[in-house]
Structures are given as C-alpha cells and as structure tokens.
C-alpha cells in the first residue's frame, strides 16, 4: 500500500472532508469506469502525494487512483479485512485503465467506502501523551497482524507481477515457488 500524506491546506477543498455536502456520486447509482477514471482530476482531493491521489465521490465513497496503484492493492484490502478483523476500507470496485502516459501502460483505481473521522497527521500533535501512545500501540497490533498471514502462492494477491519501489518498477515474477523469489 502507498503511503498517503495530504496536502498542504490550501490545497485540499474545505468540504472533503465534511459528513455531508455535494459530491459527484451522490444519487447516482451506474457509472463506467471511464468516467469513474475522470472524476479523480475534478472530485474533491483527501490525500495527495504525486501521483497518486484519494477524492471523494459521494457521502460514503472515496477512490484512490495513480499508475502504482495495483489490482492487488485492492484484494490486500479485501483480505485484511476478512481475514485479520483489522477495520479497512470495504473495496467496492478496483480496474485499470489503460493510460500511455504511465510507465506500466495502465492507471489503477479503487474505489472504497469513506472512513469519516480526523487524520492522525491533522491531529497527533494535539493528542495527549497517553492517546499517542495508544494509538502507536494499536498501529504495532495491526502490523503484526498482517505480518502473520501466510499466502500460499508466492506472487502478489490478484496474480499480476510484482512491481513497486520495493521490488522493481520493471514488474518481476510470476514465480514457481517462494526460492524463486
């Protein structure tokens, strides 16, 4: 997962993270993808570090878009929250499209439910002591959690290669058996 930090303030609208206002999706209920895809240069911006960008679609809704973000992504989300009983985002749509500008080809979008609430950067230094700790508490509980899944194939969730600052952008695998890697 991509790491997320937001925008300075100016940046951001005033209302994206409001419980209500006008959103694109509001009222809507069948969109194509193509047009999902639009709606991250002109939604409202949650999060944004180049290039990849959160934006509110509706009340309930925000997608995540760049050419990192990967069909894998998506079915990790899925699976933490399954299968690890850690709180995520549920994913209600994740494709690709294709976009010659990006260096894989494609451009990823995950469109999930909106988690309402303060972010941590927003509020930490405000936070008590105590708080502070509880929530760094929390945040090791979750890691050692996910840490502990075993997925018995070595490649990436969703089956598509490994790619990434961690591995290689170039993409690698897929691989027969977890020595390969």
Known sequence: MTWMRPLSDSHLRSHSWDLEGDFPLDGKDLITDETLATLLQSAPVLYSINPTKVVRLSQHLVMKGSGSVLPSEAKTLNLVA??????????????????????????????????????????????????????????AYMIKEMQSVVNSQPDPLGDGPFRGRFITYYSAGQFKDSAEV
């Open 82 to 139: 399954s299968r690890i009983g850690i709180r995520a985002p549920r994913v209600h749509r994740s494709f690709q499209v294709e976009d010659e500008t990006q260096y894989v080809g494609t451009k990823g979008y995950i469109v999930m439910d909106f988690i309402p609430g303060q972010p941590l950067d927003k509020c930490w230094s405000n936070l008590p002591y105590d708080n502070q700790r509880q929530i760094a508490i929390q945040i």
